[in-house]
């Protein structure tokens, strides 16, 4: 059985998992239930509580779940799966990776904790004017495509008071994308403001990034250099220098 309570205005639905799952759990139920709160988000948050008294799928559940995430690929924001059952916290952990958003585990105990990262946001991107037609953009915590649609306007509208544009891309405290929506923004994001800009400065501390810097100067004509964090001053020296 399923049955499912809404939060946050239908932003947030709390399932709950029990006996056995079968598709018309799934019809009758989940589906609906998603389906009337994407009507009014582009995005919700799902906490799944899967207790001590769930027993598993039944074939046609596991048809039907494939169904709901291939059918809804980018309406998830965020996945909260609240159980102890160890099959179901290792087969959730297997997938987190290729979900198309951030999937966190969280024990039985956990389920307030499970209820504040749904709550919360979990990255921000800061757009800041640092004089002349230098830009810096930082990146903070794991970031999610609602971030990068606000930096894009925020960007966008810097840019246009400026003439010329070099940017000062920060990661010094960037800890990654919140799934594969988010990586696909950064680099529309990448591709839409590459044609503009003159100069880049990327600050690390991370050895990937420094490769980045590297496929980037492949890529896009602009002059790009690598400074590692310790050296933000002498990077926004070089960015407004010439």
């Known amino acids: 059985m399923i049955s499912v309570e809404t939060q946050s205005d239908g932003a947030i639905l709390e399932v709950t998992a029990s006996g056995t799952i079968s598709s018309s759990d799934y019809e009758a139920t989940l589906v609906p239930a998603i389906e009337a709160a994407l009507a009014d988000h582009d995005q919700i948050r799902l906490l799944i509580l899967v207790g001590e008294e769930f027993s598993g799928f039944d074939m046609s559940a596991v048809w039907a779940d494939t169904k709901l995430g291939v059918s809804h690929w980018r309406g998830f924001d965020r996945i909260a799966l609240v159980t102890d059952t160890g099959w179901v916290q290792t087969s959730a952990r297997l997938a987190s990776p290729m979900m198309p958003c951030p999937m966190q585990v969280f024990s039985l105990a956990g389920i307030e904790e499970a209820r504040r990262w749904l709550r919360e946001s979990l990255g921000a991107i800061h757009v800041i004017d640092l004089g002349g037609p230098c830009v810096q953009v930082r990146l903070l915590g794991q970031v999610d495509p609602g971030e990068y649609a606000q930096a894009t306007g925020d960007l966008d509208a810097m840019i246009r008071g400026k003439q010329g544009f070099r940017l000062l891309i920060d990661l010094t405290e960037f800890d990654g994308w919140q799934g594969l929506s988010a990586l696909d923004a950064h680099f529309h994001l990448g591709r839409t403001h590459a ?48």
Do not use: T
């Not at 503009?196 to 810097?213: C, D, F, S, T, Y």
């Not at 590692?228 to 926004?236: F, G, R, S």
């Open 195 to 242: 044609p503009l800009l003159e100069r880049a400065a990327i600050v690390g501390n991370k050895g990937w990034q420094h490769m980045a810097q590297r496929i980037g100067n492949q890529l896009i004509k602009a002059d790009i250099q690598y400074f590692p964090e310790e050296d933000m001053d002498n990077a926004k020296s070089w960015l407004a220098a010439g």
